[in-house]
């Protein structure tokens, strides 16, 4: 198996790097789930800000909707099958500002129920030996099921917040099995390169 594998960016228009492993590994502070090489990418209108933060959005939390790209589509990185998908968590509301503060310090409440409280609802694809994952899409969005080839390109659902994610956004990672509990995590590349956090992506038209 290659140590390193090729991905698409998995949307259209403009995207935010949070969380990137060209920052540091493992990129979100644990190698738990396979996830040393995991990357964040939140979605921006074209002030390339995710939603307006307001007195209200620093004090309380949000409603998902109010966010650029929720219900943005979320492509397929790579051609290959689907051989895991789940669409069963409703989309929380988001926590910036003040809020945020409280949603970390129950992070461990979400995480002692495993991967799939953590991913939210999700597809996994396997391409040549490599399973890409994809997380935290919207509820009653998930557009594939498992057995499906699909292309790359292809739509997969639409940019969510459900599991553990603060705001609507997507979560790449690679491993080298779909067993999320055994797999080891695989090095991802977009165009050969890993964008750094803090960094906008641009890719593809806008899609809305």
């Not at 190698?31 to 620093?58: H, K, N, T, W």
């Not at 004090?59 to 990185?77: H, N, V, Y």
């Not at 917040?161 to 999320?180: F, K, L």
């Amino acid at each position: 198996m290659n140590a390193i594998v090729e991905l698409s960016y998995p949307f259209g228009g403009h995207w935010r790097v949070r969380n990137s492993p060209a920052d540091r590994v493992p990129s979100h502070g644990t190698r738990l789930y396979a996830s040393a090489y995991a990357i964040d990418f939140v979605p921006v209108d074209e002030r390339d800000i995710s939603a307006r933060m307001g007195f209200q959005a620093f004090m309380r939390p949000e409603a998902p909707d109010r966010f650029a790209g929720f219900g943005r589509p979320i492509l397929s990185p790579v051609a290959g099958t689907v051989v895991s998908a789940h669409d069963g968590e409703e989309d929380h509301t988001a926590y910036r500002g003040i809020p945020s503060v409280g949603y970390a310090l129950t992070q461990y409440r979400r995480a002692a129920f495993g991967w799939r409280a953590l991913a939210g609802n999700h597809v996994l694809v396997e391409s040549n030996g490599v399973v890409v994952a994809l997380c935290h899409l919207r509820h009653g969005s998930v557009a594939v099921r498992p057995g499906m080839r699909i292309r790359r390109g292809e739509v997969l659902g639409l940019c969510g917040n459900s599991g553990n994610s603060t705001e609507p956004q997507v979560h790449v990672q690679a491993m080298d099995g779909a067993d999320i509990a055994s797999a080891a995590p695989v090095q991802i590349v977009f165009s050969g390169r890993v964008p750094k956090s803090g960094e906008i992506v641009r890719a593809g038209r806008a899609l809305a």
